[in-house]
């Protein structure tokens, strides 16, 4: 059996026993593509842990950053302990070292920005409304792209205020929301989306022919709308994300409670956004000092 073959039986067991989502099953996918270009399509029993190392080495030769190499790697080390549990290869992984993640502190939006961006939608035209509800969810609630795009019907409580979300590794948390995107929520899906074709699908934002919307699509329209706002640093959807956790620690929230809404499974993770929030204070500081 090939490597090929062999990973779509891990795909199966991701799906069927780990509940991973279809954009995380594509990723996978991507990284296996790559290890195959590195090592060639051999046949699994002929696996070894020097091919992950030579991948890690394959990987650096194209200048690839170094967390893509890592998520690259976690991935075929994810595929190798499957295939010794199951006793395909018995191939030990004590030996293989990652390399040492460079610390990357995220773009962060400040509240006039955030402002800025969510005031400047023309609410008269439905799929600006719609991207604007878009928008004020995620940045009051911190949901991740993916959380955001299959974001169901059935998991609103507009009564209670909270957002239940099915996150990585299938981990259901809920998240509070506040009114302001709740009532965005609400006239989207009465006003705009009930005359939609899509309408009686569970997914909440559809696009005109009433499918689901597709992250390129989310990607390329928030960028637009930066520009638009006038806002200058490179923005992605996961921008706001970001800011939503940085605002809520500068903000007085505690770094545990912000794990929660986020759905990190280590602190941490979370923990990146305290240094957003002094290297900010810093800065203000230090403008400040130099008036």
Same mark, same amino acid.
């Given at each position: 059996?090939?490597?090929?073959?062999?990973?779509?039986?891990?795909?199966?067991?991701?799906?069927?026993?780990? !509940?991973?989502?279809?954009?995380?099953?594509?990723?996978?996918?991507?990284?296996?593509?790559?290890?195959?270009?590195?090592?060639?399509?051999? @046949?699994?029993?002929?696996?070894?842990?020097?091919?992950?190392?030579?991948?890690? /080495?394959?990987?650096?030769?194209?200048?690839?950053?170094?967390?893509?190499?890592?998520?690259?790697?976690?991935?075929? #080390?994810?595929?190798? =302990?499957?295939?010794?549990?199951?006793?395909? &290869?018995?191939?030990?992984?004590?030996?293989?070292?990652?390399?040492?993640?460079?610390?990357?502190?995220?773009?962060?939006?400040?509240?006039?920005?955030?402002?800025?961006?969510?005031?400047?939608?023309?609410?008269?035209?439905?799929?600006?409304?719609?991207?604007?509800?878009?928008?004020?969810?995620?940045?009051?609630?911190?949901?991740?792209?993916?959380?955001?795009?299959?974001?169901?019907?059935?998991?609103?409580?507009?009564?209670?205020?909270?957002?239940?979300?099915?996150?990585?590794?299938?981990?259901? #948390?809920?998240?509070?929301? !506040?009114?302001?995107?709740?009532?965005?929520?609400?006239?989207?899906? %009465?006003? &705009?989306?009930?005359?939609?074709? !899509?309408?009686?699908?569970?997914?909440?934002?559809?696009? #005109?022919?009433?499918?689901?919307?597709? /992250? %390129?699509?989310?990607?390329?329209?928030?960028? %637009?709308?930066?520009?638009?706002?006038?806002?200058?640093?490179?923005?992605?959807?996961?921008?706001? /994300?970001?800011?939503?956790?940085?605002? =809520?620690?500068?903000?007085?929230?505690?770094?545990?409670?912000? %794990?929660?809404?986020?759905?990190?499974?280590?602190? @941490?993770?979370?923990?990146?956004?305290?240094?957003?929030?002094?290297?900010? &204070?810093?800065?203000?500081?230090?403008?400040?000092?130099? #008036?």
């Amino acid at each position: 059996m090939r490597i090929s073959e062999s990973f779509e039986d891990y795909i199966t067991y991701l799906v069927v026993e780990k !509940g991973d989502l279809k954009s995380t099953i594509d990723t996978y996918l991507d990284d296996l593509k790559s290890f195959i270009e590195a090592v060639g399509d051999k @046949e699994v029993r002929e696996l070894k842990l020097d091919d992950i190392s030579f991948f890690m /080495r394959y990987l650096s030769s194209k200048n690839l950053k170094t967390s893509s190499i890592i998520r690259k790697t976690t991935t075929i #080390r994810g595929f190798y =302990l499957f295939l010794n549990r199951e006793n395909v &290869i018995d191939v030990p992984l004590t030996g293989l070292k990652l390399p040492k993640k460079e610390m990357h502190l995220p773009n962060v939006l400040t509240l006039e920005e955030v402002d800025s961006l969510l005031d400047g939608f023309n609410l008269d035209n439905n799929k600006e409304f719609r991207d604007k509800t878009m928008l004020e969810v995620m940045y009051a609630s911190g949901l991740r792209v993916s959380e955001l795009l299959s974001l169901e019907l059935g998991n609103i409580n507009f009564e209670a205020g909270y957002l239940k979300i099915k996150g990585k590794g299938n981990k259901e #948390r809920i998240i509070p929301i !506040g009114e302001y995107a709740l009532y965005y929520l609400k006239n989207y899906i %009465q006003h &705009i989306r009930k005359f939609n074709p !899509g309408f009686k699908t569970k997914i909440v934002f559809l696009n #005109r022919e009433g499918n689901p919307l597709s /992250r %390129q699509y989310f990607f390329k329209s928030i960028k %637009q709308y930066a520009t638009r706002a006038g806002i200058t640093i490179d923005i992605s959807p996961h921008t706001l /994300r970001h800011s939503f956790a940085t605002h =809520l620690l500068e903000n007085g929230a505690n770094l545990k409670e912000v %794990q929660e809404m986020l759905g990190h499974s280590k602190i @941490e993770t979370t923990q990146i956004y305290t240094h957003v929030s002094t290297k900010r &204070i810093l800065s203000a500081y230090d403008a400040f000092m130099k #008036r």
